[in-house]
């Protein structure tokens, strides 16, 4: 009697540790699954690669906001130079162009323009007859200079008052041309060097455009981009969980501060009320803060550069975004989670304020809400995401986020395309295994892309790539969301790779393969206890 005693309790705690292991369920979700979801970038944050054509319309649009150019005196030969980088004064001397040489557009209107040194401060001049430096530490109108363009990259720079700059002998640069120039060779043309134009974001479309030609634009692109209908398409494949990128100007609608344009908000509204009509649940995720937390133009950053860590008040007014959009959704049935900040950058975000960020927010968020999932996002960049585990950040219903792609990293250019499967079974699996296995916060890949650097990969390729992902990304213990809806380019597309047959996502074999294992397991107990 006692060793059928022991075998019938030694098979219910094989039965009960097998049932845990058949795969933990994220509290909310229906079927009592893990999330398997899309993210809606590009809606309510424009990343202009996502939808090029909004830009189109805009006049000078190869000087938006963060533009980095270059000017060379065309009589001189030699390239306009902040000393030092800026604070200091200007030169026009150098015959090689570098950094103290390269300035960063703060866009007024399409004629009208600030510069920012490398170092952060403006050229300024303090009138007709005065020579420019570049020691302003903030920018208003002594620093804000008139561009006269041809269509052959030649410029005029002139002031408010109509006086224009000009290149001195001397290497000086100086607000006294006399007379308006010709565009031959004269002191005061320059050649005008675009250096680099790969800021297309939240603020350089809404700053672009006149402020009622923005406001036309952003409320035709939130209207159209994601409707009830994506939200179908959606709950008929299968995803159970949007992500959807806001940025900080949401809590200031209908009148957010410039350059920014109302309607986010209602917007968001309307994504949670399609999301409760399709059983679909919803995680906010705050990817712009104030000043940028990664200088990336979907944190809609003004120039690249990040201001967010280095200024409390950006923190003290992040605090305050999340407590509006805790205190708004938090008993709204659709929310399944708030995600505290996308994607800080690790060169540019020390841990520590981070961390003190993330106990802050997810105490914000606590205090509306105790079963809301709280988000971290790892640090991108050079970080481990294990940082986040050893931090303490919360005590209930946390989840660390990971971003995988195997893109913008010179390790994977070369790669195959069964490099990059090996890669995903060999690196990425490990590092899920290890994280699901550490004490502490759910693991969500939050962001994945059904692409590579493969040129030529055929249909079949990306199947087996993106079926490699789905296998290794489906053990993380709250799951995953694809990055993106829609896209301009195919394959980040979700609707694209689903209804072309690129990505098979093996609709409703999740919770079916969970009780297959499961009766599997249990006739395996069984078959032991018989055996025994």
């Known amino acids: 009697m006692e060793l059928i005693f022991c075998k019938w309790v030694w098979v219910f705690l094989l039965c009960c540790w097998l049932i845990f292991a058949v795969g933990l369920s994220v509290e909310g979700l229906r079927e009592n699954s893990k999330v398997r979801g899309v993210n809606l970038g590009g809606w309510l944050v424009i990343e202009g690669w996502i939808k090029p054509s909004l830009f189109d319309d805009i006049l000078n649009g190869d000087m938006l906001d963060g533009t980095e150019v270059q000017f060379k005196s065309v009589t001189l030969q030699k390239y306009i130079s902040a000393e030092n980088g800026g604070g200091m004064k200007v030169t026009v001397d150098r015959d090689v162009a570098s950094s103290w040489e390269t300035f960063r557009l703060w866009r007024v209107s399409e004629s009208i323009f600030q510069f920012r040194t490398s170092q952060g401060q403006f050229l300024t001049c303090n009138g007709d007859g005065g020579n420019v430096t570049a020691a302003a530490e903030s920018a208003s109108v002594t620093e804000t200079f008139y561009i006269e363009r041809n269509f052959n990259d030649r410029v005029h720079i002139k002031l408010k008052s109509g006086t224009y700059l000009q290149a001195l002998e001397a290497k000086q640069l100086t607000a006294d041309y006399l007379g308006t120039p010709g ?65 900080w100007w949401i809590a200031f609608d209908p009148n957010p501060p410039a350059p920014f344009i109302g309607g986010s908000l209602e917007a968001l509204d309307n994504a949670f009320l399609w999301a409760q009509t399709f059983s679909i649940k919803c995680i906010i995720d705050l990817h712009a803060a104030p000043g940028s937390q990664n200088g990336m133009e979907h944190s809609a950053s003004r120039d690249g550069m990040t201001r967010w860590p280095t200024t409390p008040d950006y923190i003290s007014q992040t605090l305050d975004v999340l407590d509006f959009l805790a205190s708004r959704y938090a008993n709204h049935p659709a929310l399944l989670g708030i995600e505290l900040l996308n994607e800080p950058s690790a060169g540019s975000v020390p841990l520590d304020i981070l961390v003190s960020f993330y106990k802050q927010g997810y105490q914000i968020v606590r205090k509306y809400s105790s079963t809301a999932y709280v988000l971290f996002c790892q640090r991108v960049g050079n970080a481990d995401p294990f940082e986040l585990y050893q931090s303490n ?29 090996q890669y995903i079974y060999k690196n990425r699996q490990t590092q899920l295994q290890a994280l699901n296995s550490a004490n502490g916060p759910l693991v969500f890949i939050g962001e994945w892309v059904n692409e590579w650097n493969v040129t030529g990969g055929s249909q079949t390729d990306y199947q087996e790539f993106g079926r490699a992902q789905l296998e290794v990304y489906n053990a993380a213990t709250f799951g995953w969301a694809y990055w993106t809806l829609k896209n301009y380019n195919k394959h980040w597309d979700f609707e694209w790779n689903i209804r072309n047959n690129y990505l098979q996502l093996q609709l409703g074999c999740s919770s079916s393969k969970q009780i297959l294992n499961l009766v599997s397991l249990l006739g395996f107990a069984c078959g032991c206890y018989f055996l025994l």
């Open 183 to 247: 565009w031959d060779d004269n002191a005061a043309t320059f050649e005008m060097i675009i250096v680099s134009n790969i800021l297309h974001g939240e603020y350089q479309l809404a700053n672009g455009y006149e402020h009622d030609k923005a406001k036309e634009i952003f409320k035709k692109h939130r209207n159209t981009f994601v409707t009830i209908e994506d939200f179908d398409f959606l709950y008929r494949h299968g995803i159970n969980t949007v992500r959807i990128p806001v940025g």
């Open 393 to 421: 950040l919360g005590s209930e219903n946390t989840v660390v986020d990971l971003h995988y792609y195997n893109l913008y990293d010179n390790f994977f250019a070369n790669m195959s395309s069964l490099d990059n499967i």
